[in-house]
């Protein structure tokens, strides 16, 4: 099976003029479909910053970007919105509608999907609520909800329309201990399930055994670290 992305020499600058400053240095990096890859590394380094180009949320300029076969470098914003229906987001602070109830918001998750009848993307959200153990409270609304209830709400709105990538940037950044295991165990579940692929930026350490293989950053670079194979060399 060919790799889900495939990085070649990918630079990225931030600002014009006397303000470009470059913030990604020749980015090269393969993941392979079914994957779970956690990217770490210290503040400011350029994580998110390669997740939102490999999310197509920003656009890459220069070296070679394939995401899902597709070439992100150069790609105009049409190309970078089909692109964006096949991944799915799940972030620290996890962006719920606070106006819309659980079952609501996770049907966004499936508005892009304009082959789904109401009907169905209802009924597709609601299981999806029970497979993250809300079917008790699909009517509640986000201030209802505690955090790690809303992450799990967050993670079935990701993950409802069976995206083939899924990006999570902190996921767990805002939770205790417990609720930040059962909401990682829960991702690697469903995308075992689902065969998605999974690239996690993170700083919690709690969570690294989850990963088939961890990657550094550091200022902006990929470190070349034989011990980041291996999730194991870091518990
Ligand atoms: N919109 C922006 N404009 C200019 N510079 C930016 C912008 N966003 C990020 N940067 C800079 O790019 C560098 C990388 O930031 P990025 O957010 O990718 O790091 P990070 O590793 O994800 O950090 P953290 O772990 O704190 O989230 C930093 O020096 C940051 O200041």
């Not at 509608?97 to 009848?117: D, F, P």
């Not at 799990?152 to 940037?169: E, G, K, M, N, Y």
């Not at 939770?175 to 692929?197: H, Y």
């Amino acid at each position: 099976m060919s790799p889900a992305i495939i990085i070649r020499n990918l630079d990225y600058f931030f600002g014009q003029g006397q303000l470009r400053k470059q913030v990604l240095y020749n980015i090269n990096l393969e993941i392979n479909t079914g994957e779970i890859i956690i990217m770490t590394g210290p503040s400011g380094s350029g994580k998110t910053t390669l997740l939102t180009l490999i999310g197509g949320l920003r656009s890459a300029q220069s070296g070679s970007l394939q995401v899902l076969g597709q070439e992100l470098v150069d790609a105009t914003a049409r190309q970078l919105t089909q692109a964006r229906r096949h991944h799915g987001y799940i972030f620290q602070a996890h962006n719920l509608h606070s106006s819309l109830t659980a079952l609501q918001n996770v049907k966004m998750g499936l508005e892009l999907h304009q082959n789904i009848s109401t009907s169905q993307m209802q009924v597709r959200s609601a299981e999806m609520l029970k497979e993250v153990g809300l079917e008790e409270q699909v009517n509640y609304y986000p201030d209802e909800l505690s955090g790690g209830q809303k992450q799990r709400v967050a993670i079935a709105r990701a993950l409802v329309s069976h995206p083939q990538l899924v990006l999570a940037d902190e996921p767990t950044a805002a939770l205790d201990s417990k609720s930040g295991r059962d909401v990682v165990n829960l991702m690697q579940n469903l995308a075992r399930e689902q065969g998605c692929t999974i690239l996690l930026v993170t700083h919690d350490n709690r969570i690294l055994d989850i990963a088939d293989r961890i990657v550094d950053m550091e200022d902006g670079r990929l470190i070349d670290n034989p011990a980041a194979l291996s999730p194991a060399a870091y518990i």
